[in-house]
């Protein structure tokens, strides 16, 4: 097992087929990873960037069309 200053990681509860991303956290910054790379690149942003994020995501800003 790979130990990270993360800890533990999540996937959404609706996720599934091998398709996901992982999400970790600690004060003031949310990692994003690969859940079929868990050792590789991560994405890394503040707390403020991720709640915009969320937001954005929550209203449809990042739907197709």
């Known amino acids: ?6 800890g533990a990681w999540r996937t959404a509860s609706r996720s599934g087929g091998g398709n996901c991303v992982e999400v970790a956290g600690v004060p003031d910054i949310v990692a994003v ?8 690149p991560r994405l890394e942003f503040s707390t403020v960037e991720w709640a915009a994020f969320l937001s954005d995501a929550k209203r449809g800003a990042f739907d197709r069309h």
Do not use: Q, V
């Not at 990873?33 to 590789?40: E, L, V």
């Open 33 to 40: 990873r690969d859940s079929k790379d868990r050792i590789g």
């Open 1 to 6: 097992m790979i130990s990270d200053r993360f």
